[in-house]
């Protein structure tokens, strides 16, 4: 936590000093107070001094002015400092997460870089704010108030050295107890929530199958685990309040006995065991309050080690130094759209190669279709075209150079990617398809639109372009979405086109117009010296029966290369797949 | 709390479709939300809780019993010392005969309000429990006793939340949050009452100064309520965008639009440090500003206890009492603190129930009629005469829908996506129920049958294969629970899933994840088709996947189909020509119509929509 904090401390640095400054002064008069009331007694009632009296009320009144001044200023410095570092944290945090690579993003998953930037920053705030309170009042107000009271007599000063670890050590105890059952609640709880997410994603099965009252039983079984978990742990922490009140109230009465004694020998004056009695009750509270201090810091560092491995981690795609490598030079070599030689990548974490040994070129301006079985390494292809990932072996060239020699930028600017999850984001239909192109005008998002058979739905919405979009794009149907997102990728007019399983959620004849429209597409950029490479990822057969080149993949390799008609020749698996595609006839 | 989690502003219906019975709601009858019209009020809301208290009633009283007696006997604590401070005047003079019983006292007393503590912490906590339990077991009860529809059109973690994240915020603010209020009113009202009978005019000083401490605690809670929930909207937002741009940060960085999305989070971020700048300073002001009228109150008190003890007036006091008033004025305020930080928790409470008992109290499914017609041995003939149906009042999607289904037929539905194919199978399971015309199943209205009697003759395997938490076992058996390993073995074996099965780690008795953890998609689907041959319907409705999955268990699912089909009447959403072309009559639908029927064949010869479909499919080159 000390590293996160001294990362960010910046500018900051001086409020860590000032504000817990001010709050020392608060805390001095708190301190005092017990002491200004027993002079109070002493000298004012004891010597029926009228005067004197008021004048100790009168530094009463000042002392709480003075104090709550000082703590205001404490407090605007906990808010500065706190909000400060976290607004830092958390820009830092997202600019490393748009950094990351696509390796590293899966190694972290999606939710826990969410907790990480909203929940641990949050409890990082929380942390630093109490730190810069609190770190120094309690701990001081308990030792000052056992100085003080060991200053005003050393015997009684015993019960306090009693008492104070007796509380510190039923903490402990009940926190180390504790501290497993608050997980075991909480798997119990995550296990009614997926009882319940369960019972409804099949709700249409388990009424098919009358089986409601048995989905019934199962979910009181869940919620009667966790409330018995609940209750287990409820007992534990049931007992601090009463043990703490305890242990302090025992020792007041040890301090009254004892002080009778002290007194009558006139060692003490009453006023001075009123002072004794008050610094004990503000040792005890201010005890109380360093645990729960203690809680919220474990707790934070919890987080700050979480938010320290997002800003330790490395991407793991190194940027190459601009080795000035543009597609004028690439049309101009001749050189092939794709050259995929000996690739092999492994996924972060995976045992087993996604692919391997992958090895084809395709002319600029052709066309690439891939085909095989979900898992049989057809979309990690696709990634490693537009560099989300680095083969682990063996090197892809895009447009004449290694993806690894292109600046990540352009490299990207020039490739559009349909993937395979169909993701919009809020927005409006103009500012999803400008994705790629934020200049693009909306003659360019048209045409895009028209390809992409998205054009006719667009125009019928009141808004055209501007229609909203809402979250994940679910105001749209799902073969809405697919369209949009393939519009999306044609904005720009991209030099190589991926679509990886564009058309899953299309229908038929849609899907058979969108082929015929990328077509034509195809040969006007031909015509126009900017041939466009098309990628088609897809387990349908119609889909990439028309590509020049088709890759079928089976378990991470190729095993056939070549036209359609080549690979029913010479595929077995190519063969299997039409099969069971295509009636007999058509294979032929 | 997770900010993250807005309680208030979860949309919960969804635009495309919502539900409710179709009967009831022909003449245009709102459709069924979980937003009421007319929001419950918090009468109403708090006499419905105590419903859910009722049962536990016992820990209830016990644990404000408990409350009230530990917080009296606490506040004797300082009259106690009092008295004994006055029992210790200086050397010499110290009463031990008066001193020793109250040092008794104090420690006989100091442990019953400990026990008393103990024992109101130990019943609220099984109260609160006891009571989320019963909740959750009411809301998801609730929740299965609900039409489908209702499942379809309202987003499934939102209804998670209700029944997990709200239960939680009612546990804790209203039960934990009330015996709060609770300890912290029986506070105030008993030092008052101890004060007064200390000295009465010292304890007026104590009352006058009351105002100050409430308003200061309400305004300062007022303010920085205030400025939370500026903070909360703003984090809610940049938390919206987070998820959303991390969610597809993979998207961004294959469009390198890392840039400008970072320049978005900035401005955002930057909008939420001003906010939580604010709130935080705010927030944190409740303390000190308590403190401070409390430290003038003490002041307050210690001059004028002091003034007493000299002269006497306007009433006499001791050393000892001064120390009693001390010690009271000290603890006096702390309860408003409390009182209005429980107060928003009470807030939150509130709207959590709110939006629980809205859930409760949603329309049910229409029972069945009660005399409804009992269902013997099934044929399987299956007709629709002139079937009409629409999710959406003003969005018709099926009319004049006329299908026969001879027992054993095998009846292939195509048609582009949205021409309500699937809407069909709803309707046959009655997921829903027709709005115009009827389904009959052996010549009888399925509407005039118990719902359990018309399902249990059907068998479906749909394209999104559910899969539960459970033994692979469990899951085949799920339509038969008491079916033998026999058996199970057996259908498996019919649905060719028997090869893979054995392949698992423990057979049979692997436990899947929740959704079949890592079963492929074809593996799955033969596990459904399992399940199904294990109960035997008479009657099938399939939903063949768009795209085929690796070649293979596509290839076992195909065989497994084919075996299912055999001897039952059949529906089956296709997608598969082979499927197609073997079908006793196809089925074209389009726009919500059946616009041809008839054989592969009949209909390519005829020319028309199929033969348009087929060609763009199978045929183009």
Redesign the interface.
């Known amino acids: 936590m000390l590293r996160l904090i001294k990362r960010f401390v910046g500018v900051y640095r001086r409020y860590f000093i000032l504000g817990p400054l001010a709050k020392l002064v608060?805390v001095c008069f708190d301190l005092v107070?017990p002491l200004v009331?027993a002079s109070?007694?002493d000298v004012?009632?004891a010597g029926?001094?009228?005067d004197a009296?008021?004048r100790?009320?009168a530094v009463?009144?000042l002392?709480?002015?003075v104090?709550?001044s000082a703590?205001?200023v404490c407090?605007?410095m906990?808010?500065?400092a706190?909000?400060?570092m976290?607004?830092d944290m958390?820009?830092e945090l997202?600019?490393q997460?748009?950094?990351?690579?696509?390796a590293d993003?899966d190694r972290f998953g999606?939710p826990s870089?969410?907790t990480r930037?909203?929940?641990d920053v949050?409890q990082m705030?929380l942390a630093i704010?109490l730190a810069v309170?609190m770190l120094i009042r309690w701990p001081f107000l308990a030792l000052g108030s056992m100085m003080a009271a060991l200053l005003i007599d050393v015997q009684l000063g015993v019960v306090f050295l009693v008492c104070t670890p007796l509380i510190g050590f039923v903490f402990w105890l009940v926190m180390a107890k504790s501290v497993p059952f608050f997980k075991e609640m909480q798997a119990k709880?995550d296990r009614?929530?997926?009882v319940?997410?369960?019972?409804?994603?099949?709700?249409?099965?388990?009424?098919?199958?009358?089986?409601?009252r048995?989905?019934?039983v199962r979910?009181?079984g869940a919620?009667?685990e966790?409330?018995t978990v609940?209750?287990a742990v409820?007992?534990l922490?049931?007992?601090l309040?009463?043990?703490t009140?305890?242990v302090m109230?025992?020792g007041?009465?040890a301090i009254?006995?004892s002080?009778?004694?002290v007194?009558?020998?006139?060692r003490l004056?009453?006023?001075e065991?009123?002072a004794f009695?008050?610094y004990m009750t503000q040792t005890l509270l201010a005890i109380v309050y360093v645990a729960n201090l203690v809680v919220v810091f474990t707790r934070a560092s919890a987080s700050a080690s979480r938010i320290n491995e997002v800003l330790d981690c490395e991407p793991a795609l190194a940027c190459a130094a601009d080795a000035g490598w543009d597609m004028d030079q690439a049309l101009v070599s001749g050189a092939p759209a794709l050259s995929f030689h000996g690739v092999a990548f492994r996924y972060p974490s995976a045992s087993a190669n996604a692919v391997e040994d992958i090895t084809f070129q395709l002319p600029m301006g052709g066309t690439l279709g891939i085909i095989?079985?979900?898992?049989?390494g057809k979309s990690t292809l696709g990634a490693l075209m537009?560099r989300?990932y680095d083969a682990s072996a063996g090197s892809v060239d895009v447009f004449g150079a290694d993806v690894r020699d292109w600046p990540?930028?352009r490299l990207?600017?020039s490739?559009g990617?349909v993937?395979q999850a169909v993701?919009l984001?809020?927005g409006t239909v103009a500012s999803n398809l400008r994705?790629?192109d934020?200049n693009a005008s909306d003659a360019e998002l048209w045409r895009a639109l028209e390809v992409a058979q998205a054009a006719e739905f667009v125009r019928a919405c009141p808004a055209g372009l501007e229609t909203p979009v809402e979250?994940?794009g679910?105001?749209f149907?799902?073969?809405q979405r697919q369209r949009l997102t393939i519009a999306?990728a044609l904005v720009g007019d991209p030099w190589l086109l991926v679509l990886d399983?564009a058309s899953?959620?299309?229908?038929?004849?849609?899907?058979?117009?969108l082929?015929r429209a990328l077509r034509a597409l195809a040969r006007e950029r031909a015509r126009a010296g900017r041939p466009l490479t098309t990628v088609v990822v897809?387990?349908?057969v119609?889909a990439v029966r028309?590509a020049d080149l088709v890759c079928v993949m089976r378990r991470g390799r190729a095993v056939g290369l070549g036209s359609h008609e080549e690979l029913l020749r010479t595929c077995e698996?190519y063969r299997?797949?039409c099969a069971?595609?295509?009636?007999g006839e058509?294979v032929a | 709390m997770?900010?993250?989690v807005s309680t208030g502003s979860v949309s919960t219906v969804?635009?495309?479709i919502a539900g409710g019975d179709g009967r009831r709601r022909e003449g245009g009858a709102p459709l069924d939300s979980l937003a009421p019209a007319t929001p419950l009020s918090a009468r109403v809301i708090t006499c419905r809780l105590l419903g859910f208290v009722r049962p536990h009633a016992l820990s209830f009283v016990a644990s404000f019993a408990a409350a009230a007696a530990s917080v009296v006997l606490?506040l004797a604590?300082p009259l106690l010392?009092g008295r004994?401070?006055d029992?210790?005047?200086?050397?010499?003079?110290?009463s031990?005969e008066v001193?020793?019983p109250?040092?008794a006292q104090?420690?006989v007393?100091?442990?019953a309000?400990?026990?008393f503590?103990?024992a109101q912490?130990?019943c609220v906590?099984?109260l609160?429990?006891?009571c989320?339990?019963d909740m959750?077991?009411a809301a998801?009860?609730k929740?299965?006793?609900m039409p489908?529809s209702f499942?379809d059109a309202h987003p499934?973690g939102d209804?998670?939340s209700r029944?997990?994240n709200d239960v939680?915020q009612i546990g804790d603010g209203l039960l934990q949050g009330l015996s709060q209020l609770f300890g912290g009113i029986v506070t105030i009202v008993g030092t008052l009452a101890f004060m007064l009978s200390v000295s009465v005019p010292m304890a007026m000083v104590v009352v006058l100064a009351t105002p100050f401490s409430i308003l200061a605690a309400a305004l300062i809670a007022r303010v920085s309520n205030k400025s939370f929930a500026d903070q909360q909207r703003i984090?809610g937002r940049?938390?919206?965008h987070?998820?959303?741009?991390?969610?597809?940060?993979?998207?961004?960085?294959?469009?390198?639009?890392?840039?400008?999305?970072?320049e978005r989070?900035?401005a955002m971020?930057?909008e939420?440090?001003t906010a939580?700048?604010?709130a935080?300073?705010m927030g944190?002001?409740s303390n000190?500003?308590t403190?401070?009228i409390n430290?003038?109150i003490?002041?307050?008190v210690?001059?004028m206890g002091?003034?007493c003890?000299?002269?006497g007036a306007p009433a006499p006091l001791t050393?000892g009492g001064?120390?009693v008033f001390?010690s009271y004025a000290n603890q006096y305020t702390k309860p408003f603190n409390e009182i209005t930080s429980v107060v928003t928790q009470v807030q939150t409470a509130y709207a959590s129930a709110r939006r629980l008992f809205a859930l409760l109290d949603a329309v049910e499914e229409t029972p069945d009629a009660p005399n409804a017609r009992p269902l013997h041995d099934v044929r399987g003939e299956v007709d629709f005469d002139h079937v009409g149906f629409r999710y959406t009042p003003d969005r018709p999607l099926l009319h004049d829908i006329c299908i026969h289904a001879a027992p054993g037929a095998r009846i292939a539905l195509v048609g582009?996506?949205?021409c309500g194919k699937t809407t069909l199978i709803n309707l046959l399971?009655r997921?829903y129920d027709v709005q115009q015309g009827r389904i009959e199943l052996d010549g009888v209205d399925v509407a005039d049958l118990a719902?359990?009697d018309v399902?249990?003759r059907?068998?479906?395997v749909?394209q999104d294969t559910?899969l539960?938490?459970g033994t692979v076992h469990e899951n085949i058996a799920?339509?038969r629970?008491d079916a033998t390993r026999e058996q199970v073995v057996a259908a498996a074996r019919k649905a060719h899933a028997d090869g893979f099965i054995d392949a698992l780690p423990q057979g049979y008795d692997t436990v899947l994840g929740?959704?079949g953890g890592t079963l492929?998609?074809?593996q799955r689907q033969l596990l459904c088709i399992a399940r199904v041959l294990l109960?035997d319907p008479a009657i099938l409705l399939l939903d063949e996947a768009?795209?085929?999955?690796?070649?293979?268990?596509?290839?076992q699912v195909?065989a497994a189909f084919d075996e299912l089909m055999r001897g039952r009447t059949s529906f089956v959403v296709a997608h598969?020509?082979?499927t197609i072309?073997e079908a006793d009559c196809i089925v074209v639908m389009r726009d919500g119509g059946v616009v041809e029927r008839g054989t592969h064949e009949e209909l390519l010869a005829a020319g028309g929509f199929y033969a348009?479909?087929y060609k763009?499919?199978?045929?183009?080159?």
């Open positions: 608060e107070t009331v109070m007694i004012g009632v029926r001094d009228v009296v008021l100790h009320g009463l009144v002392m709480a002015v104090g709550i703590t205001l407090q605007k906990a808010a500065l706190s909000q400060g976290g607004t958390r820009r997202y600019a997460i748009n950094r990351l690579s696509c993003l999606t870089l969410i930037v909203t929940n949050n705030q704010a309170r709880l009614v929530a997926l319940q997410r369960e019972a409804l994603s099949g709700a249409r099965v388990i009424r098919a199958f009358s089986r409601e048995d989905e019934r979910f009181d919620a009667t966790q409330s609940a209750i409820g007992k922490s049931s007992v309040n009463p043990v009140f305890l109230n025992l007041v009465c009254l006995w002080g009778g004694m007194v009558d020998t006139g004056t009453q006023g065991v009123v009695v008050n095989g079985g979900t898992g049989s537009a989300l990540l930028e990207r600017a490739v990617v993937p993701q984001v809020s994705w790629r934020a979250a994940g679910k105001n149907s799902g073969g999306r399983d899953s959620a299309l229908d038929l004849r849609t899907d058979a117009a082929r897809s387990q349908r119609s028309d698996v299997e797949i069971s595609q295509l009636a058509e | 997770n900010p993250y969804t635009s495309n606490q604590v010392i004994a401070i029992a210790m005047v200086g050397a010499g003079g110290v031990f001193l020793a109250l040092v104090l420690a007393l100091t442990l309000a400990a026990a503590q103990w912490g130990y906590n099984r609160t429990y006891r989320v339990r959750r077991i998801s009860d929740i299965s006793r489908i499942i499934h209804l998670i029944v997990v939680d984090q940049l938390g919206a987070i998820e959303e741009y991390v969610g597809s940060q993979r998207l961004v960085s294959t469009f390198g639009f890392g840039p400008r999305a970072q989070f900035d971020n930057a939420l440090y939580g700048e604010r935080q300073f944190s002001l000190p500003g403190r401070f430290n003038l003490y002041a307050a210690a001059v002091c003034l003890v000299v002269t050393v001064v120390q001390l582009p996506t949205g399971l997921f719902r359990s399902r249990s059907f068998g479906m749909l559910w539960f938490e799920y339509g629970p929740e959704g492929s998609q074809g109960v768009t795209s085929s999955i690796d070649t293979r268990t596509e290839l195909q598969r020509l082979s072309r348009d479909l763009s499919q199978w045929e183009e080159a």
